[in-house]
Nanobody
């Protein structure tokens, strides 16, 4: 079965950095785009960054452009989110996401989430 397991969250001061990781299993990782979302209490989950299967193309929310970098290592079935110049408004639970198509059916998968808190 498909599993997405995030790690790397924690408490960091404003201006600091964190790197999130998402280890994937149960599907052909290199075939599928991977995404990072985040969510704060009372708000909808928002797309932070995405990367295509081969890693050739990426996209970012305007709020994180120039500060966050998404990357992937298809040999390790892992996607990363490097977060620099963190701000208090980046505080959220961060989720790894993918959509796998099997026999014409789209299946949406989420990790369990990892908390990122930016505070002095």
């Amino acid at each position: 079965q498909v599993q997405l397991v995030e790690s790397g969250g924690g408490l960091v001061q404003p201006g600091g950095s964190l790197r999130l990781s998402c280890a994937a299993s149960g599907f052909t990782f290199s075939r599928y785009a991977m995404n990072w979302y985040r969510q704060t209490p009372g708000k909808e989950r928002e797309l932070v960054a995405g990367i295509t299967g081969a890693g050739a193309s990426t996209n970012y929310a305007d709020s994180v452009k120039g500060r966050f970098t998404i990357s992937r290592d298809n040999a390790k079935n892992t996607v990363y989110l490097q977060m620099n110049s963190l701000k208090p408004e980046d505080t959220a639970v961060y989720y790894c996401n993918t959509v796998v198509v099997q026999y014409g059916v789209r299946y949406v998968y989420w990790g369990q989430g990892t908390q990122v808190t930016v505070s002095s």
